[in-house]
């Protein structure tokens, strides 16, 4: 009796075992942490491969290093997006290359495009605000080359500064230049550039073949009677570029300070001033000046100071200049 019990017993664990063998077997799954997940099942090992991307840290903008108007060699940490422009040329070129909403803060000088009227004032270089100028965050400064004592206290703030300083039309090009590689907008400078150099390329041609001997003698004033301008200016460059030949081209420093009697000597046929400086009635009623080709043929006239600085505009100055000039192939 007890021997059959045995034996029932183990007939039952038998089949209890053989059927357990049967059944489709619990999965154990493995996770291997990020790269794959392994399934084991008793028949196959099944291997997933998880894909991961890793997020790449962030690349440090490199830092631009450049020669300024000044000289110096100055480093840009970072492309700015807060300018303060205390050079009048300098905020009209940043507006030309699309960089206005950069603007946070300019000079009194500064009144081109009629938008900038809406941008703090922080005085002038050489009256310069500096807690103003300070107040607005700057990343960065733009002044002309003469205002040292407005540079190296700004630097000392820690503020970096650029200066301009253009000789030249292509001094003037090179400007636009540097300031759309510093901001970022470099190829809206080129573009700039291009659209300039198309027109000045169009006026140059209507007076190149014009000879020596009829291209007018011109004294260009500024505001300041009797200051003019010389080699190593641009003006200068636009007087020549236009048909004309300066006065005081020959003069051994950029903005010569001539006598009366040696303007009245050299009886120029056209003379310029620019806005700001004396009225063209001012100019014929001086002394002795009635005796002048320009005054006598009605050749004095004014000329717009934004059109005689270093922004894009000179282009229209020159097409100015170009029609003083030589009126008979401007018809």
Known sequence: ???????TILFITLVLAFLSGCATPTPIVKEVPVEKTVVVTKEVVVTKEVVVTATPAPTPEPALTI??????VVTI????????SIASAATETLYAIGCGDKIVGVDKYSDYPPEVKDKPQVGTGSKLNVEAVLG??????VAWWFNREAIKTLEDKGITVVAINPKSVDGVMETIRMLGLITGHLEEAEELISEMQARI???????KDVPKEERPLVYYELYKPMKTVGQGTF?????FMAGGINLAADEPVRYPVLSEEYIIERNPDVIIVVSGGASVDEIKARKGWQSIKAVQ???VYTID????????????????????FHPDLWK
Not at 305 to 324: C, D, I, K, Y
Request: aromatic share 4%; net charge neutral; no cysteine.
């Open 1 to 7: 009796m007890i021997k059959r019990a045995l034996v």
């Open 67 to 72: 020669i300024d108007g000044a000289g110096r």
């Open 77 to 84: 940490p970072k492309t700015p997006e807060r300018i303060v």
């Open 136 to 141: 607005l965050e700057p990343d960065l400064v």
């Open 201 to 207: 390329d169009e006026i140059t041609a209507k007076v």
């Open 235 to 239: 003006t200068n460059e636009l007087i």
């Open 297 to 299: 043929n009605d050749r």
């Open 305 to 324: 100071r934004h059109l005689v600085t270093s922004n894009p505009r000179l282009v229209e100055g020159l097409e100015q200049f170009a029609r003083w």
